[in-house]
């Protein structure tokens, strides 16, 4: 008996002709997908959330308010808070500032930092065209070539 040429494990018969990417399959949502085809089902969903429809207002939710990030305290862990005077968000919100007196050192470079991220978020400002929505029909910022030219 002849022997056989032994193929690769992995080597795939045939060609690919079909090259789509989910870039292609986003691109035609996009086209279809009118900004007032949009408006029509968030109006009709949040209609049927209005009529009990549990999933609508999930749907709602899930995009308003978003998921939790955390695990909801008990009751009890409520209680004994209002109890002692404690709230979670006043501390939340003050830790930063008291770490700052606490240690200054820690934080010397933190006025750096917010001025970077406003100088980044100026250019960004500059350089992103601002689309214009169904609730704020305002025009629509130019962007700006590198030569200082605008377009659109």
Known sequence: MAKRKSQ????IKGTANHLRTE???MSTLLETVTLEDWQEVVTSTL???KLGDANA???????LVGKPAG??????????QQLNGNNPLVEKLSNP?????????????DAWEAQIKSIIAAELAEKI?????????EPERLATDSDGTQTE
Do not use: C
């Open 8 to 11: 690769p494990q992995n080597f």
């Open 23 to 25: 870039g292609d399959y």
């Open 47 to 49: 209609a049927a959330a």
């Open 57 to 63: 207002r999930a749907w709602l939710a899930q995009y």
């Open 71 to 80: 695990k909801a305290p008990t009751p009890l862990t409520v209680v004994v």
């Open 97 to 109: 500032v008291i770490n700052q007196f606490k240690y200054p050192s820690m934080h010397k470079d």
């Open 129 to 137: 065209p601002v689309i214009k929505t169904l609730s704020s029909p």
